[in-house]
T-cell receptor, first 111, second 113 residues
Framework: KAGVTQTPRYLIKTRGQQVTLSCSPI?????VSWYQQTPGQGLQFLFE???????NKGNFPGRFSGRQFSNSRSEMNVSTLELGDSALYLC??????????FGPGTRLTVT | DQQVKQNSPSLSVQEGRISILNCDYT??????FLWYKKYPAEGPTFLIS?????DKNEDGRFTVFLNKSAKHLSLHIVPSQPGDSAVYFC????????????FGTGTRLLVSP
């Protein structure tokens, strides 16, 4: 079974721009979560989608948004990029309530 | 407010010895705990988990211990192998039916031959 895939793997953007990241979950998984990883902060929960509905949201500003499509694929969008948004963005999919399987991440650099 | 803490940023162990990684939490509502391993340029890989109704779970070389009264869990790796060198994250969850893991900041394990 194919794992979680994320595209693109690397991205360089300029302050003020917006970016869209994509995630394809493991086949059959309907829950998709997004996390931000920065040095010293560990993994911070962004939001979780299930059947196209956002069920849970972390403490991030409204510039961070996401959506999920009927095939469970998910996208997250960051508008008006700031230098502090530079991070590894991880997507995870899940079948049950606990164990999540992560993709390789998208490394975003904001200059 | 760091609800899950890994106070040791790094740990060095010799091959064949035991590695013990520690994690403390503050939220008594957490009822499920997980350990993930992460190599550079890869996403975290699920390693082992434990429910709050248990105090020990074992899977091959990996054992997780949970001490609810102390709000402490630990991961034991025996015997340690060089391939175990990675960053280890502990994570916790509350059974709300939602998918939200709270992660610690990670411990970098280095196993030397």
């Amino acid at each position: 079974k194919a794992g979680v895939t994320q595209t693109p793997r690397y991205l360089i953007k300029t302050r003020g721009q917006q970016v869209t990241l994509s995630c394809s979950p493991i086949s059959g998984h309907r829950s998709v979560s997004w996390y931000q990883q920065t040095p010293g902060q560990g993994l911070q929960f962004l939001f979780e989608y299930f059947s196209e509905t956002q069920r849970n949201k972390g403490n991030f500003p409204g510039r961070f948004s996401g959506r999920q499509f009927s095939n469970s694929r998910s996208e997250m969008n960051v508008s008006t990029l700031e230098l502090g948004d530079s991070a590894l963005y991880l997507c995870a999919s899940s079948l049950n309530a606990y164990e999540q399987y992560f993709g390789p991440g998208t490394r975003l650099t904001v200059t | 407010d760091q609800q899950v803490k890994q106070n040791s940023p790094s740990l060095s162990v010799q091959e064949g010895r035991i590695s013990i990684l520690n994690c403390d939490y503050t939220n008594s509502m957490f009822d499920y705990f997980l350990w993930y391993k992460k190599y550079p340029a890869e996403g975290p890989t699920f390693l082992i988990s434990i429910s709050s109704i248990k105090d020990k779970n074992e899977d091959g070389r990996f054992t997780v211990f949970l001490n609810k009264s102390a709000k402490h869990l630990s991961l034991h790796i025996v015997p340690s192998q060089p391939g175990d060198s990675a960053v280890y994250f502990c994570a916790a969850s509350v059974n709300t039916g939602f998918q939200k893991l709270v992660f610690g900041t990670g411990t970098r394990l280095l196993v030397s031959p």
